[in-house]
């Protein structure tokens, strides 16, 4: 049955829409207000909490952040802060997050601008370049009535863990048992955990996710066995488990691995599943009593924006769907960047053998400029849509801050006169080059994370170049010891010997509102 609609109501028109209320969302949110306070903001997040990833209604017992403090935070909040004390470098558990985002949240007073519970069914804009208009209905009802919102400037900061990648070729009604998504196991978690009939779990996936899943309920004295991400066919995530990230390295956790009672680790894949049956392609057959897939996510663009509009915003698409120019346009760029790429680091081009690689082709990555901008949009000077959120960063709520400023600087036409970036705006061939060297850094460097780019040890240099087409200085211990002699060798020495984190930053909001303020903004 199709859902209601309100054609009758005119969709409410917003200044600014940000789709997504988590790192990237609230960043943007604070940051638009803080350079144009009288701007109306509507965002728009499909879950029932503040947080996006780590919300109330996502984190489960033993999750704890794979960064310890002080990088996961804000600049100008501290995690210590809101933990009422909290010593540098110590682990930070999920649900100590979740209260830092909403404490965040409600200091600088975003709760008022969220609408939650909405998902976003479709994003439309008319040939005449009108406002963007944004389709939606209940999330926990896919028959409810549909709502339409319109707005001069979109910030999509949904991120790329947003819709589950749940397998395809498997019929799950025919499991009579309890299947799910790991997305789902912060509201279910107890109900596995504390539910006497079930007795095993099969776990799919061989990612952080999946780890922390089979250590909780192996622990909660299920039988569990996990099917590695080596051999799954949907997983797309790296074959590498890094044991030290959520604490399943404890030795009880070690100790259910090893003797293969509590936790078997099994290298193959589900063929096919029947009654509490699973049929595996080693031709194995296993007990189930609840089956939660690890398996990643698919990108949410595709499914949000018309296919008509993908070539025009730069966002992944399936060969299928884009024309020939198109593809051979940028199948060109991409074999020109990737040539580059190996030409400046030669290693790249001899990764380790026997590796179970998971890419996609580069056709279907995104293609944004700065990791943001449509290029096409960009070069016909129309700066009302941006993409937050498409990395892998190390530090997150920082880079999100940084990102954040950019947008808002790019959505507003502030960039100082005198920066090179207003170029390079103007010059879609530029940008598409750096849009393809971007991605192709990322299939050669990081391999199976092609997908989703990976900054975790670029993000410094990301950082530095957004802050430069800011106007601002981005070497931030340096600036602080400004002079000659002992303070400058010192600041020197500061710069190039002393870690950062997300203190050092704090401030650059300020410093860049006041160079718009002295007229450097254009």
């Known amino acids: 049955m199709p859902p209601k609609t309100r054609s009758s109501e005119v969709p409410t028109l917003s200044d600014v829409i940000i789709i997504g209320a988590g790192w990237y969302g609230l960043s943007a949110t604070k940051t638009f207000l803080a350079v144009n306070s009288s701007a109306t903001i509507r965002i728009i997040d499909n879950g029932d909490t503040i947080g996006g990833v780590w919300s109330k209604s996502r984190v489960y017992p033993r999750l704890v952040l794979n960064q310890p403090t002080p990088h996961m935070e804000y600049s100008d909040l501290s995690m210590s ?12 558990p999920g649900d100590l997050v979740t209260k830092y985002i909403e404490t965040y949240a409600e200091k600088k007073d975003l709760l008022k601008l969220c609408q939650f519970n909405t998902h976003v069914v479709s994003i439309e804009r008319k040939p005449d370049l009108g406002p963007w208009r944004i389709i939606t209905r209940p999330a926990d009802n896919p028959d409810g009535s549909v709502e339409g919102f319109q707005c001069t400037k979109l910030i999509v900061a949904t991120g790329h863990k947003t819709v589950p990648n749940m397998p395809s070729d498997l019929d799950l009604t025919s499991f009579s048992g309890t299947v799910f998504h790991a997305k789902e196991l912060g509201k279910r978690h107890d109900e596995i955990a504390n539910d006497e009939s079930i007795k095993s779990v099969t776990v799919v996936g061989g990612n952080k996710s999946a780890f922390e899943i089979a250590a909780n309920f192996g622990l909660a004295r299920k039988k569990v066995i996990r099917s590695s991400v080596l051999e799954n066919r949907f997983q797309e995530a790296p074959r590498v488990i890094q044991e030290a990230e959520s ?7 070690r100790q259910l691995i090893e003797e293969g009672d509590g936790i078997k680790i099994s290298h193959t894949h589900i063929s096919s599943m029947n009654g509490r049956t699973l049929h595996l392609a080693n031709n194995e057959a296993i007990a189930a009593d609840a089956v939660i897939f690890g398996t990643g996510w698919k990108h949410p663009y595709p499914l949000m924006f018309s296919p008509s509009l993908s070539p025009d915003l730069g966002i992944p698409s399936p060969p299928s769907s884009q024309s020939l120019p198109y593809r051979e346009h940028w199948s060109a760029l991409d074999t020109a960047a990737e040539q580059e790429i190996l030409t400046q680091y030669p290693i790249l081009a001899h990764p380790p053998q026997n590796l179970n690689l998971h890419l996609k082709p580069a056709a279907q990555c995104a293609r944004f400029f700065r990791f943001m901008v449509p290029p096409t949009l960009a070069a016909q000077n129309d700066h009302t849509i941006i993409f937050l959120g498409n990395l892998h960063a190390q530090s997150t709520p920082l880079f999100s801050e940084i990102c954040a400023l950019w947008a808002v600087a790019y959505l507003e036409d502030l960039f100082p006169a005198n920066s090179p970036i207003n170029d390079l705006l103007k010059d879609r061939a530029a940008m598409e080059r750096e849009a393809a060297r971007s991605n192709a850094w990322a299939r050669k460097r990081h391999l199976s994370l092609a997908v989703v780019p990976m900054v975790t040890f670029e993000m410094r240099e990301v ?44 401030g650059v909001l300020e410093q860049f509102l006041e160079a718009v303020e002295r007229g450097k903004g254009k």
């Open 81 to 92: 802060e809101v933990a009422g004390g909290l010593e540098d470098y110590s682990d930070i």
């Open 247 to 253: 604490g399943q390295d404890e030795a009880a956790v």
């Open 463 to 506: 950082i530095d170049l957004l802050l430069r087409d800011l106007g601002v200085e981005p070497e931030r211990h340096r600036m602080k010891m400004k002079g000659f002699g002992w303070w400058g060798w010192k600041g020197w020495c500061r710069e190039w010997f002393t870690g950062y984190s997300p203190v050092h930053y704090r």
